[in-house]
C-alpha cells in the first residue's frame, strides 16, 4: 500500500458531462500516472506527471486533461464525457522504478 | 520499442498442480519486468520485479519467475495452485528514458483455478 486513495470509487453520468477525478497520494512521491483498464487491452497510459504542473500526454490522452498544482493531488477531467470514456480508471505511483496502484474509478458514461 | 505478449489470455488448472503464465517482451535496453495481480474489482498489487539482479525471481504467494534474456521471455510460475489464486494477471515491462519511466502492459491473462 503506497498510500494511494481515489475519489469518487464509482461514478454514473450523462454524454456531456464534465466529469473530474481524484488521485490523492501521501507519500510525497514525484511521479504520478492516470490508466484506462478496458477488457483486451491491459492498461493505457492516459497522462502522467513528473512534478507540480510538469504533465505530459500517454498513448490515449485524447478527450483528457490533467492537472498537479500540489504534490499530494492529480486531478483527471473528461471535459465533455463520452460513451467510449466508460472505463476502470486507475492512479499510480512509481517508487523507485516500481509503480503501485490504487484502488480505482468506475466511471460509467450514458 | 518495447513491448509485452502474454501468450494466453485464459489459463485453467486444477487446484494443487502447477501455474504457468507466459509472457514475452521487446525492449531496446535492459528492462525491469513485473507481474502484478488482480483480482475482481480490486486495483493491481505487485507480486514480484527483475531488475537486473537474480534471474530467478521470489515473490509473494508463492510465485516466482525467470528471466531468460536469450528467448525475451519473463514467464510466471508457481508449484501448486491455490483456489485464492483465481485472478488476471498482468506482466509490465518498463524503461527508464528522457528522465522518466514508461510502463507497458500487457493484456492480461485470466487465471482459473478448479476445484
Known amino acids: 500500500d503506497a498510500g494511494i486513495t481515489q475519489s469518487p470509487r464509482h461514478k454514473v453520468t450523462e454524454t456531456g458531462t464534465p466529469v473530474t477525478l481524484r488521485c490523492h497520494q501521501t507519500?510525497?512521491?514525484?511521479?504520478m500516472y492516470w490508466y484506462r483498464q478496458d477488457p483486451g487491452h491491459g492498461l493505457r497510459l492516459i497522462h502522467y506527471s513528473y512534478g507540480v504542473k510538469d504533465t505530459d500526454k500517454g498513448e490515449v490522452s485524447d478527450g483528457y486533461s490533467v492537472s498537479r498544482s500540489k504534490t499530494e493531488d492529480f486531478l483527471l477531467t473528461l471535459e465533455s464525457a463520452t460513451s467510449s470514456q466508460t472505463s476502470v480508471y486507475f492512479c499510480?505511483?512509481?517508487?523507485?522504478?516500481?509503480?503501485?496502484f490504487g484502488p480505482g474509478t468506475r466511471l460509467t458514461v450514458l | 520499442a518495447q513491448s509485452v505478449t502474454q501468450l494466453d489470455s485464459h489459463v485453467s488448472v486444477s487446484e494443487g498442480t502447477p501455474v504457468l503464465l507466459r509472457c514475452n517482451y521487446s525492449?531496446?535496453?535492459?528492462?525491469?519486468l513485473f507481474w502484478y495481480v488482480q483480482h475482481p474489482n480490486k486495483g493491481l498489487q505487485l507480486l514480484l520485479k527483475?531488475?537486473?539482479?537474480?534471474?530467478l525471481v521470489k515473490g509473494i504467494n508463492g510465485f516466482e519467475a525467470e528471466f531468460k534474456k536469450s528467448e525475451t521471455s519473463f514467464h510466471l510460475t508457481k508449484p501448486s495452485a491455490h483456489m485464492s489464486d483465481a485472478a488476471e494477471y498482468f506482466c509490465v515491462v518498463s524503461e527508464y528514458a528522457s528522465g522518466t519511466y514508461k510502463y507497458i502492459f500487457g493484456t492480461g491473462t485470466r487465471l482459473k483455478v478448479l476445484a
Open positions: 507519500e510525497n512521491h514525484r511521479y
Open positions: 499510480a505511483i512509481t517508487a523507485g522504478d516500481t509503480q503501485y
Open positions: 525492449s531496446s535496453y535492459s528492462p525491469s
Open positions: 527483475y531488475t537486473s539482479a537474480a534471474t
